[in-house]
Nanobody, 125 residues
Framework: VQLQASGGGLVQAGGSLRLSCAAS????????LAWFRQAPGKDREFVAA????????YYADSVKGRFAISRDNAKNTQYLQMNSLKPEDTAIYYC???????????????????WGQGTLVTVSS
């Protein structure tokens, strides 16, 4: 699966951004698409994920209620709407995909086989 992430930028605290992750080649109904982020000097952390075959979405506690996943299956694209952004949301955001994950694995970045190039989100205070 090839992934292309876009939509990052500079925004003031309290603002919003929408990230896009376009997937191609090898996606199926079993594909899990996820977002991770990595701030300077920190480990990569889980942000959100969704299975293509399910309406269920999963979020890190730190973004629950502020971020939301949506998708356009016709375009094979998943979006991450980020609202009420905080300076601590500043990071490089990566989209990731895998075709064989189970629910207990979706928060583990090492379980994903495909990664996009990352897009930088900077939230100023």
């Amino acid at each position: 699966v090839q992934l292309q992430a876009s939509g990052g930028g500079l925004v003031q605290a309290g603002g919003s951004l929408r990230l896009s992750c376009a997937a191609s080649g090898g996606t199926s109904s079993r594909t899990t698409l996820a977002w991770f982020r990595q701030a300077p000097g920190k480990d990569r952390e889980f942000v959100a994920a969704a299975f293509r075959w399910s309406q269920h979405t999963y979020y890190a506690d730190s973004v629950k209620g502020r971020f939301a996943i949506s998708r356009d299956n016709a375009k094979n694209t998943q979006y991450l709407q980020m609202n009420s952004l905080k300076p601590e949301d500043t990071a490089i955001y990566y989209c990731a995909a895998d075709n064989s994950l189970i629910l207990s694995s979706i928060r583990l970045y090492e379980q994903y086989s495909s990664w996009g190039q990352g897009t930088l989100v900077t939230v100023s205070s």
